[in-house]
């Protein structure tokens, strides 16, 4: 095994642990452990970062006290500390905030796909993921034609999909808190995306059941 520290490759005994990470280089990719080997992915895209943002963003604003909504945290999937991965968003409980990773199951998990990661987030980590107890995990694929999300829960110890929205349609869900999101909003640069990403507001008039019901 080895190490990567300013450039060059250091030989290590035995597989890397999180440990390992802190000679990682600064570079702006993302270093993540797969059973003590070295995960490596590129630097996020523009329209990665943007969505990611956004969504940070926003998420944070609908938390609930008692609820962090984090842009990259680390996360220590194994008591061996040989699993470390970095979900683009997550939403964790106050009480379990670690320093300097997380090494209890936050209650939501987000991987925004990038074309090299559609594999990871779709298979792997859905997997990863699942075996630490997340209960509940978001891939959303951001394509300026039709941006989507889609959401699963935990059960029985593997994730089933309850949830999927697509472009302009409106993304709601209860867990871990109350959320509305439109996709395409995640993306879209020709006006306030802060007043459209949930969605039209619901009114008396549009919540109002039809006449005669």
Request: overall charge negative.
């Amino acid at each position: 095994m080895a190490v990567v520290a300013s450039g060059k490759t250091v030989p290590k005994p035995g597989p890397l642990t999180v440990d390992d990470l802190q000679h990682t280089p600064d570079d702006g990719r993302r270093y993540e452990l797969v059973d003590g080997r070295l995960d490596v992915a590129p630097a996020p895209s523009s329209l990665h970062t943007l969505a990611t943002g956004r969504l940070t963003a926003h998420l944070s604003y609908a938390a609930p006290v008692g609820m962090l909504v984090m842009d990259g945290p680390g996360i220590t999937l194994d008591t061996e500390r040989t699993r470390h991965r970095i979900p683009d968003v997550a939403v964790i409980r106050s009480e379990d905030f670690q320093m300097p990773y997380t090494t209890r199951p936050p209650v939501l998990a987000i991987e925004v796909v990038s074309p090299e990661s559609v594999f990871r987030d779709h298979h792997t980590k859905r997997r990863e993921y699942a075996e630490f107890g997340i209960p509940s995990y978001w891939v959303i694929t951001p394509d300026r034609d039709k941006a989507s999300i889609i959401e699963l829960r935990l059960e029985d110890g593997e994730y089933a999909e309850v949830s999927a929205a697509f472009g302009e349609e409106v993304f709601e869900t209860s867990v871990p808190f109350p959320a509305r999101i439109v996709p395409q909003w995640m993306l879209r640069l020709d006006g306030d995306w802060r007043a459209h990403i949930a969605g039209p507001e619901e009114t008396e008039e549009t919540t109002r059941p039809p006449a005669g019901d």
